[in-house]
């Protein structure tokens, strides 16, 4: 894609400093740009970039004020983070392909959007839809009367099992999976366990994100549900009958066990653990490799450690545990000297 600066100013709302005839071909990083692309400063650790960068144009705040003379042509705009995921999408963007590869395996009952695609060596099972422009790439398993949505990107080996729906605008990527059985095993006198049927099902609302890795159990009974807009990163644990708010993040390696209600707009951070039955109130905050052992009632507050408490009691808290080690020191040496007088 070529584009002038004028023509993307005008898609960005942006206002130009510089030659409007500029022409940019690529996006780049500031540090790494060359002639013809276009990059982007958004945080103050870069700006020194923003005075040698080779990039044509670079994208940066209304409010910018350069302490050096910049040569690149500028594009001031309200949200840089915003225009890159355009930028971006504009430059990097997949062609969109419709059709079913004859090497797929499509069961005669499916309803297939004619704009949807489906690739090679996809097995779909009867009763499935898939609505306008989803692209369901190579390798993927959908079982029996899952519902997928429009603007669908599945990535190749994700499997998504019966009854499962998936809205608009979702992205699964590798090695997903969906709708596999809940942990549900019932002790039996002699010490084995038997098994709980799970059979409930998964449904993913629209413009969720879901890293690859990642696995989403079926409900015991009723719905694990993720809500519009949630992002999940790759190689999380969704347990039966999890439900996940809407616009809320969970960042890679966090735990989630079953039935727990996690509000909206929270940030779960890396490695979390939250035990089951409980509940995360709205705009919740749980700082990396913390472990949630209570419900969280209060709504927009910050969480670390495990068992979590307030964020900064925690960091006080470390403060004082850093310190142990010369405290014990000290208390050793007083004892000694207490012994010597004694003696």
């Known amino acids: 894609m070529q584009i002038n600066v004028k023509k993307l100013a005008a898609l960005l709302n942006g206002t130009i400093e510089g030659d409007e005839a500029t022409i940019v071909s690529k996006a780049s990083k500031i540090e790494e740009a060359g002639p013809g692309s276009i990059a982007f400063l958004s945080n103050p650790k870069y700006e020194s970039y923003a005075y040698t960068t080779k990039a044509s144009a670079l994208l940066v705040a209304k409010d910018f004020e350069p302490k050096e003379v910049v040569h690149p042509t500028l594009i001031r705009v309200d949200d840089v983070y915003k225009s890159v995921a355009f930028l971006l999408e504009q430059f990097g963007g997949q062609h969109k392909r419709a059709g079913v ?14 704009s949807a695609f489906v690739g090679s060596f996809t097995v779909v099972a009867k009763g499935v839809s898939i609505g306008e422009d989803s692209q369901i790439e190579s390798q993927v398993s959908i079982g029996e009367n899952v519902k997928i949505g429009k603007n669908v990107k599945i990535y190749p080996g994700v499997r998504i099992y019966s009854d499962c729906e998936i809205g608009d605008n979702c992205i699964l990527h590798s090695n997903v999976v969906v709708g596999s059985d809940g942990f549900g095993f019932a002790p039996n006198p002699d010490g084995t366990y038997s098994k709980i049927p799970q059979i409930g099902n998964v449904i993913i609302e629209d413009d969720v994100e879901v890293g690859s890795n990642t696995t989403i159990d079926r409900a015991t009974m009723g719905s694990t549900i993720i809500r519009k807009g949630a992002k999940l990163d790759s190689l999380l644990m969704i347990a039966h009958n999890v439900e996940v708010g809407s616009n ?78 010369k405290v014990e020191e000290r208390i050793r040496n007083l004892e000694k000297k207490q012994d010597q007088k004694a003696s």
């Open 101 to 114: 590869s004859e090497k797929a395996d499509v069961e005669d009952s499916v309803d297939i959007a004619a």
């Open 248 to 325: 809320t993040v969970i960042a890679a390696q966090a735990g989630i066990a079953g039935s727990t209600k996690i509000g909206e707009n929270c940030i779960i951070g890396g490695q979390v653990g939250i035990v089951g039955h409980v509940q995360i109130a709205n705009g919740t905050q749980v700082q990396a490799q913390s472990g949630i052992n209570k419900s969280l009632k209060k709504e927009n507050q910050r969480w670390y450690g495990s068992p979590v408490m307030p964020y900064m009691d925690y960091l006080k808290s470390f403060s004082i545990f850093r310190k142990l080690p």
